[in-house]
């Protein structure tokens, strides 16, 4: 069974930086491509940043894109998402995703595996 594992979320300042990651086991990590989605309170979950399975392709939504990075380690079976000048509207829960398809997607019903999510707060 494929599990997912997030670590790393916490309280930051504005401005600041946190690195967040994504250990997966349970089956083939080469074979998943990988997404990272958010929840606020009152919210929809929202695409936040996706890397292909195999050519490393990636994707960042408009509202994060140039602030967050989205990063893998096959070795490792880790998926990275550093996040720099964080706002308090990136305040959320933060949830690692996989798929067994080769493309990036922003549509999460169609992650099959889910991690059990990692708070940011982002005070000002």
């Known amino acids: 069974q494929v599990q997912l594992v997030e670590s790393g979320g916490g309280l930051v300042q504005a401005g600041g930086s946190l690195r967040l990651s994504c250990a997966v086991s349970?089956?083939?990590?080469?074979?998943?491509?990988t997404g990272w989605f958010r929840q606020a309170p009152g919210k929809e979950r929202e695409f936040v940043a996706g890397i292909a399975r195999s050519s490393g392709r990636t994707a960042h939504s408009d509202s994060t894109r140039g602030r967050f990075t989205i990063s893998r380690d096959n070795a490792k079976n880790t998926v990275y998402l550093q996040m720099n000048s964080l706002k308090p509207e990136d305040t959320a829960v933060y949830y690692c995703a996989a798929h067994n398809s080769d493309y990036v997607s922003s549509r999460p019903n169609l992650y099959a595996y889910w991690g059990q999510g990692t708070q940011v707060t982002v005070s000002l």
């Open positions: 349970g089956g083939a990590f080469s074979s998943y491509a």
